[in-house]
C-alpha cells in the first residue's frame, strides 16, 4: 500500500490540474480575470483542500476573481468528486498565493543593494592606502647584523 503522503501528494496535483482546467473550460463568470493555479495542499486525511492561486493584475481583478472562484467553489468541488473518485470529495478553499509579492519585495531589496554596490565601488576606486602602502617591514639581512657586531 502506498504511502499516506503519497497519495495525498498525488491527489493534491490532479486537484490543481482539475480545478486550472474546469476555470478555463467550464467557469464563465466575467469576474474571473487572469487566473493561475500554482500549488494544492492537502491535509492527511484528504478531507480539505487548500488551493493557491495568483491573478494578473491590480487589487481590483484580484477582488473580482476572488468573487468569483468563492461562487464557483461548488461546480469546482463537484468536478473534483467526479474526476478523482475518491470517497470524500475535499472541501476547497482558496488562498491568493504571496509568491508574486514575495518576489517584488526580493526584487527590490536586490536593487537597494545594487545601489550599495556601486557607492561602495566608486568608494574604493578612489580610496588609498591610511598608512604606507606596504605595511610589513622587510626582513633583516643576517650579513647587516654581522657586520655591525665586527664594528
Do not use: C, W
Not at 94 to 102: M, Q, Y
Amino acid at each position: 500500500m502506498a504511502n499516506n503522503g503519497t497519495r495525498a501528494a498525488k491527489l493534491a496535483d490532479r486537484i490543481r490540474v482539475i480545478v486550472a482546467e474546469t476555470l478555463k473550460t467550464r467557469v464563465k463568470d466575467p469576474r474571473l480575470g487572469f487566473v493561475t493555479i500554482t500549488d494544492v495542499r492537502i491535509t492527511g486525511d484528504l478531507r480539505d483542500a487548500t488551493v493557491f492561486y495568483t491573478v494578473y493584475g491590480g487589487e481590483d481583478e484580484r477582488a473580482e476573481s476572488t468573487a468569483a472562484l468563492e461562487s464557483a467553489k461548488g461546480i469546482l468541488r463537484t468536478e473534483v468528486g467526479r474526476q478523482t473518485g475518491v470517497k470524500h470529495t475535499p472541501s476547497l478553499t482558496f488562498i491568493a498565493d504571496a509568491i508574486p509579492e514575495g518576489a517584488r519585495n526580493i526584487e527590490d531589496l536586490l536593487a537597494k543593494v545594487a545601489v550599495s554596490d556601486a557607492a561602495v565601488r566608486d568608494a574604493a576606486a578612489t580610496a588609498a592606502y591610511a598608512g604606507e602602502p606596504d605595511p610589513y617591514k622587510a626582513p633583516r639581512d643576517d650579513e647587516d647584523d654581522l657586520d655591525d657586531e665586527d664594528a
